[in-house]
Nanobody, 116 residues
């Protein structure tokens, strides 16, 4: 059983920063990859950032490149999303996911609201 718990969302002004956390049950090295997605009202869920656990490679959506950073703390079984220079269009529910032996698991999501 895989459990993912996100935290760190909130309300921030444009230009501000937030750091999201995704705490996994058990070692994150079980997962092929972990990622952050987001879903804004009336829009489809979209990929924000991915971290491949073995090699540590990352990739980002074009809309967040240079502003967001995905990272991990292996000892805490936690993946982070550092979000800087936030824009109102970053407003969404942010979800953590993990790819484990071909299945994808999701957290419950955390709301991020960026005011202009």
């Amino acid at each position: 059983q895989v459990q993912l718990v996100e935290s760190g969302g909130g309300l921030v002004q444009a230009g501000g920063s937030l750091r999201l956390s995704c705490a996994a049950s058990g070692t994150i090295f079980r997962f092929n990859a972990m990622g952050w997605y987001r879903q804004a009202p009336g829009k489809q869920r979209e990929l924000v950032a991915t971290l491949f656990t073995l090699g540590g490679n990352t990739n980002y959506a074009d809309s967040v490149k240079g502003r967001f950073t995905i990272s991990r703390d292996n000892a805490k079984n936690t993946v982070y999303l550092q979000m800087n220079s936030l824009k109102p269009e970053d407003t969404a529910i942010y979800y953590c996911n993990a790819d484990f032996v071909g299945r994808v698991y999701w957290g419950q999501g955390t709301q991020v609201t960026v005011s202009s």
